[in-house]
């Protein structure tokens, strides 16, 4: 009969059972001792704290260094969401800067239009840029007042700093006004202090060009220059510019109004040159001039028939009592 082998675990497993239940009775009696309320044992317990608690620090190393980490862990994901936020914060405040600026400019333009010093004579309406019809061959704007405001076509047109054009077209709600820069404007102006005659001419360009100056000598650049009054269509003494040299050698004129911020535009009420619809009873003459020498007969037109002379001149007033 063979030998019975002996199993590793019928060793192991007595010895397992026991070492289990002295570890309990270890940690019970632990549990007494250090619930039990006796001055002894309240110094036993803080001996024991002394020695073994900071003996115990390298064995808390990895456990602390775990506990930091997970907390910079979520520190940094704290630091990543508040920088998100305030990208987002910078973008809207970028926004609201713009805005800002904006408000800014049309209140300096306002508060320009309210101090702008003008002859007392002169009236006006303030009305806003509606559309912007400025291309390669035509430079104007759209206004939302017309002819039940008042507005007469070839009133000029100021924003809160300068000349921007004259009224060219009224509706009966809207009127359009042709900027100095389109091709069709031309204005006399006045180039101070020397007081030279010109002709502000638009070419399409941001600066229009300034001819048939009297004097080019006396005008330098920089010089102010105002509407002349000639014509009677503008009143004198408007701000229009100052005087720039071209790369051309020509002079030009750098615009006093912004026409990048055209929001609102000041119509002058100018006072009209009163149009000629009645010739008042001309006199005209019986008989035409003599023909030049060398012709066959008067040039033109055969002078009207003495009857229909008669029928249209009224004859000049005589004193009472003459003849009678």
């Given at each position: 009969m063979a030998p019975r082998r002996s199993n590793p675990e019928d060793y192991t497993r007595p010895l397992r059972r026991l070492l289990v239940g002295l570890l309990v009775l270890a940690c019970l009696g632990l549990f007494l001792v250090w619930r039990a309320d006796s001055?002894?044992?309240?110094?036993?317990?803080?001996?024991?704290?002394?020695?073994?608690?900071?003996?115990?620090?390298?064995?808390?190393?990895?456990?602390?260094?775990?506990?930091?980490?997970?907390?910079d862990f979520?520190?940094?994901?704290?630091?990543?969401?508040?920088?998100?936020?305030?990208?987002?914060?910078l973008r809207q405040m970028t926004v609201w800067r713009e805005a800002a600026l904006r408000l800014e400019q049309e209140?300096?333009?306002?508060?320009?239009?309210?101090?702008?010093?003008l002859d007392p004579a002169l009236t006006f309406i303030t009305g806003t840029v509606m559309a912007d019809s400025g291309s390669p061959f035509r430079q104007s704007v759209l206004l939302n007042v017309g002819s039940?405001?008042?507005i007469i076509d070839g009133w000029p047109t100021m924003d809160g700093l300068g000349l921007v054009g004259r009224i060219?077209?009224?509706?009966?709600?809207?009127?359009?006004?042709?900027?100095?820069?389109?091709?069709?404007?031309?204005i006399p102006v006045?180039?101070?202090?020397?007081r030279q005659r010109a002709i502000l001419t638009g070419d399409n360009s941001a600066y229009p060009l300034l001819d048939f100056v009297e004097n080019r000598d006396r005008v330098r650049p920089g010089d102010r220059v105002v509407t002349a009054g000639d014509g009677g269509l503008f009143p004198a003494g408007l701000l229009v510019g100052r005087v720039a040299q071209g790369t051309d050698g020509r002079l030009r004129l750098r615009l006093a109004a912004d026409y990048e911020?055209?929001?609102?535009?000041?119509?002058?009420?100018?006072?009209?040159?009163?149009?000629?619809?009645?010739?008042?009873?001309?006199?005209?003459?019986?008989?035409?001039?003599?023909?030049?020498?060398?012709?066959?007969?008067?040039?033109?037109?055969?002078?009207?028939?003495?009857?229909s002379l008669a029928a249209t001149v009224?004859?000049?007033s005589r004193p009472q009592g003459a003849g009678e």
């Open positions: 001055p002894r044992v309240e110094r036993l317990r803080a001996h024991v704290v002394d020695q073994v608690v900071p003996r115990l620090d390298w064995a808390m190393a990895p456990v602390t260094g775990m506990v930091n980490l997970a907390r979520r520190s940094y994901q704290r630091i990543h969401e508040q920088n998100l936020e305030l990208r987002r914060e209140n300096a333009k306002l508060r320009a239009l309210n101090n702008v010093s039940r405001d008042g060219a077209g009224v509706g009966e709600r809207t009127s359009r006004v042709i900027l100095l820069t389109d091709t069709s404007s031309r006045a180039i101070e202090p020397s911020q055209l929001h609102f535009v000041r119509v002058l009420r100018s006072p009209h040159v009163e149009a000629i619809r009645d010739p008042g009873g001309l006199i005209v003459p019986q008989g035409g001039p003599p023909p030049a020498e060398g012709s066959d007969g008067p040039i033109g037109p055969p002078p009207p028939p003495a009857d009224t004859p000049p």
